[in-house]
């Protein structure tokens, strides 16, 4: 016979089964993170690397200090470059990303567990719903702040959920560390929240849950992200593209975010969206929205917070550019939102029987997906090796050069290969010319000034035209994937280089030691 006090504690709900499911399921989605040496994205290598450069910026035998500036303002983006710093403290650059990105995926899965049970405790088996989420597609072109913003941000949409009606120092401390946090890590995730905490706030105002001097008393808390932002906010144009509301409607409904290394994802994304478009239909009918009661009767209902904030979110999605203050890809950032913050309004009053088989759906889709990825990650691995096996042949403290002329690889949308040169630069101590975040000014790092060097986007976008004649003095080695030869682009780099590796698509080119008067001669020709 179970003791009383036993049973008591047992019917708490962290002994919830759910609560075991969703810890496993955690750790499920850590594991792809630590299968492979290497975690495909397009971006993590260029992060990677610029904080390595901010380590050893001053250490003698690295000639960063030479090529870049370490801005000392306080601008957003870094987050995930001052973990990395930390991290490389004890860690190889490898294992150092790895728990990077394990400590991201624990915070989306705190982040949706808090959100989705901020009003109703016995939600939680909702939150499985987002998981998929966690291997979205701009987490994969290593869009690493942003990402970690989002976990932030759902987790200050459930503090103050919880805590918003009742102010105090301690609320409004805490308040303001995780908006603070926020700002260092992404502005778009910072004003996300606090649009959704200025609303949760405007509720509670409505309802008389908060007096008008607690409501004013609360924004204490965005005085410093809000001068910070206005201060170091990039003021830039603002750019549509080609996104059509047909095309927004069609990415939004076939769960685009979801869909990178290959069409092949769209099975679980169509099964993602087809589950939220029943879950929510079952809400619907159960809440009696299309009844006159439930528009005009009795108000406060605090779940109709969430549908609220979904549909705006969806609105945000439909009419921001998606190239504003100098960020980009604002549609696809947007674009699954509305999925996440619905979570916690949808209706679990079911049945048990019904409760448990959409809960093994989701499991199903979570895992499934997960395991689709990984598929991807070990492909991708094995190219990632090829490029980088050419480490031991370029001398350390080198000027590098990345030529790429098939930034996917065997993927799809994601240019894993784009910026895969950072391995080489973390590695080598050497200088990384393809580094485009030093050529921005979103990051912590950035090129000097006077430092000579060939413009990024052209070496990114038209790499088979580059001029090896004018750079040839600033560039000691070219690596170059996917090469076409024969070909000019080829028989240009030749002239001026030297094969010294070749592995697959892999092919590395060392300056060719030419009396000065035949390099001038090769320049002039």
């Not at 095309?247 to 589950?275: C, E, K, M």
């Not at 190239?323 to 999925?339: D, E, N, T």
Request: proline content about 5%; charged content about 15%; hydrophobic content about 45%.
């Amino acid at each position: 016979m179970v003791p009383s006090c036993l049973r008591k504690r047992c019917d708490q709900p962290y002994f919830d089964s759910w609560l075991i499911i969703y810890a496993l399921l955690t750790f499920v989605y850590v594991v792809p993170v630590w299968l492979f040496p290497y975690f495909p994205s397009q971006d993590g290598p260029c992060h990677l690397y610029n904080a390595s450069i901010i380590k050893h910026y001053n250490e003698p035998g690295y000639t960063f200090s030479q090529v870049y500036i370490i801005r000392d303002s306080l601008i957003p983006n870094w987050t995930s470059h001052a973990l990395l710093v930390l991290l490389l403290g004890f860690l190889n650059p490898l294992i150092a990303e790895k728990a990077l990105l394990t400590g991201y995926v624990l915070l989306m899965s705190v982040g949706l567990l808090y959100y989705v049970s901020a009003v109703k405790e016995d939600a939680k088996p909702l939150a499985i719903l987002g998981f998929p989420y966690i291997y979205n597609g701009l987490l994969v072109m290593g869009f690493y702040n942003y990402s970690i913003g989002i976990g932030l941000m759902l987790i200050s949409i459930g503090y103050w959920l919880r805590n918003g009606q009742n102010i105090s120092y301690k609320t409004l401390l805490i308040l303001g560390i995780l908006l603070l946090l926020l700002y260092f890590t992404h502005p778009l995730a910072l004003l996300l929240a606090m649009f959704s905490l200025l609303m949760i706030t405007l509720r509670n105002l409505i309802t008389r849950s908060m007096g008008l001097n607690e409501a004013l008393l609360s924004l204490v808390s965005f005085v410093i992200p809000t001068v910070l932002l206005m201060f170091h906010l990039e003021r830039g144009s603002w750019y549509w593209g080609d996104w059509t509301f047909s095309r927004l409607l069609t990415f939004f409904w076939d769960n685009g975010a979801l869909v990178y290394h290959s069409p092949d994802q769209q099975i679980f994304a169509h099964i993602l969206t087809w589950t939220f478009a029943v879950v929510l239909a079952y809400t619907l009918l159960k809440e009696q929205v299309f009844q006159k009661a439930y528009w005009f009767g009795p108000k406060g209902r605090s779940k109709d917070f969430f549908l609220f904030l979904s549909m705006t979110f969806l609105l945000f999605y439909f009419i921001f550019p998606d190239r504003m203050s100098g960020g980009a890809v604002i549609k696809g950032r947007l674009s699954f939102l509305p999925f996440l913050v619905i979570i916690p309004w949808i209706n679990w009053g079911m049945s048990k029987r019904m409760k448990n088989a959409i809960g093994a759906l989701l499991i199903v889709i979570s895992v499934g997906y997960v395991a689709q990825v990984s598929a991807y990650h070990q492909r991708l691995n094995g190219e990632l090796e090829t490029y980088t096996s050419g480490m031991d042949v370029i001398k350390p403290g080198s000027v590098m050069l990345p030529l790429c002329f098939d930034a996917p690889g065997s993927g799809w949308l994601i240019g894993t290969f784009q910026h895969a040169l950072g391995y080489y630069g973390v590695m080598n101590g050497g200088i990384d010319l393809g580094n485009y975040e030093a050529g921005t000014g979103h990051f912590p790092v950035v090129f000097k000034a006077d430092y000579k060097r060939p413009d990024i986007a052209e070496i990114e976008n038209n790499p088979g035209a580059f001029d090896f004649g004018r750079w040839v003095h600033e560039i000691d080695y070219v690596v170059t994937w996917a090469l076409p030869e024969p070909g000019k682009t080829a028989s240009r780099l030749n002239r001026f280089y030297e094969p010294v590796k070749e592995n697959g698509k892999l092919k590395i080119f060392r300056k060719k030691a030419l009396p000065a008067s035949e390099m001038a001669e090769k320049i002039e020709k």
